[in-house]
């Protein structure tokens, strides 16, 4: 319980721990921020780490001048992509080894299968917007390796997510992250952020059970 309440304090207070990370590790905080976000797009056992918040926050407190926010970006924006790229292969290595029992209900490769043709369809835009969807974007390219999702086109879909990605938080904090009535609710703006950023999942959520409910509704007879 108190690794979780500290946990919980450290996403409700951002600002307060990357300042006290900036004042006792200097120039150091660009490289932590580099790992937190390569771990939490990279690393599938790592979904739970602060990423749309952090870019936020990080972006309000360059604004103060104590780290360049041009050298921000683009750090992150490199730790986005190599952290989906580092996925999308540990998925592409792994998964025909994990879809490998054919009477496995849960995982088969009729499964492996159906992932590859929903890549080939939908995978550009999947790993796109899958940024701006906390957990999902772990789990993306992760998928998208396990599907085989052709590489050049993975990568370049990508690139632009990740660049599109961290330009909106970093740059989004650091225009508006020190106007008053943002930085006095800071905290309120972080839980804003969170909600907004589950939104489309559970929006996406709610329209599949009703469409699963009008599916199985038996017609009146007549």
Known sequence: MELLATFIDIILHLDRHLIWLVQNYGTWIYLILFLIIFCETG????????GDSLLFVAGAIAATGVMDV???AAL?????FSGDNTNYWIGR???????TRLDSRLLNRAYLEKTRGFYERHGGKT????RFLPIVRTFAPFVAGIGRMVYPRFMAYSAFGSVF???FFVFGGFFFGNVP???NNLTLFIFGIIAISFLPGVSHFIRRR??????????KQT
């Open 127 to 130: 790993v796109i917007f899958a």
């Open 76 to 80: 992150l924006m490199l730790a986005a």
């Open 93 to 99: 290595y792994f998964g025909p080894r994990i879809f």
């Open 70 to 72: 041009q050298w921000l």
């Open 165 to 167: 990605w961290i330009s």
């Open 210 to 219: 009703i469409g699963n409910r009008a599916e199985n509704k038996p017609e």
């Open 43 to 50: 690393l599938v056992i790592t979904p739970f780490l602060p």
């Open 181 to 183: 009535v943002v930085k």
